[in-house]
């Protein structure tokens, strides 16, 4: 299995994402008990996901000594932090999407045009099986907290670029648009379309299957 299946795999449990989110937004490492604390799952069924975690390379551990007897405090931290709202990252990100082009709809089209290109980048020329499956894994990887639902729906919880997005949603909003067509494209073209509905709620966007007639992308 590759380090990116591997990756999807542990990124399609709804848990895992979870505790990853949780030591992404910390800026103290946190140990087992802790994150069962916070998340409500059992102590073993965290150190279960965390395992996993760590075997894709998403979540390191290590001893933490107290400076008293007894054994050392193992603790977790995410690989990388969540995107700061606030900072340089933040600040060149709303620079790039202002000169994106002159005018939200060519901002818009520029952007699309980069998530069709971030797809073909990320995915496996072979790639095949569910497309929803794998939207769902690819949006959770990006750090989203996807939510697959019987009638069709991903709905994408947390949205890592929220400041940006809020900001340029023409940008942000519509690179993820390209990207999920063309993700689509390449692994059902002939499957149903779905369209990407951004900010229904301030912390909530959906992926959902396109109305007859209508056109996502417009």
């Known amino acids: 299995m590759t380090d990116r299946a591997r990756v999807h795999e ?8 979870a505790i990853l989110d949780l030591l992404r937004d910390r800026s103290e490492p946190l140990d087992a008990r802790e994150l069962a604390a ?18 894709a390379g998403l979540v390191t551990e290590r001893a933490e000594r107290s400076g008293g007897r007894g054994r050392p405090r193992t603790v977790y931290s995410a690989s990388w932090a969540a995107e700061p709202e606030h900072g340089p990252y933040q600040e060149l990100a709303e620079l790039l999407a202002r000169h994106f082009a002159d005018t939200p ?3 818009a089209r520029r952007a699309e045009q980069a998530g069709e290109e971030w797809a073909r980048r990320r995915l496996n020329p072979s790639a095949a099986g569910d497309a929803r499956s794998v939207v769902t894994a690819m949006f959770a990887e990006m750090g989203f907290d996807p939510e697959p ?3 069709g729906h991903v709905l994408l919880h947390g949205c890592p670029f929220r400041a940006s997005a809020r900001e ?8 993820h648009r390209g990207l999920l067509r063309s993700a689509l494209e390449r692994l059902d073209p002939d499957g149903p379309e779905l369209e990407l509905h951004a900010f229904v709620r301030p912390d909530l966007c959906v992926v959902a299957p ?8 417009s």
């Open 168 to 175: 340029h949603p023409e940008v942000v909003c519509g690179a």
């Open 105 to 107: 709809a060519q901002r």
């Open 38 to 55: 916070e998340t409500g799952l059992h102590v073993t069924t965290v150190r279960f996901h965390l395992s996993a975690l760590i075997e």
């Open 10 to 17: 542990v990124l399609s449990v709804p848990s895992r994402v």
């Open 149 to 151: 639902t019987e009638d």
């Open 210 to 217: 396109a109305e007859p007639g209508s056109s996502p992308w």
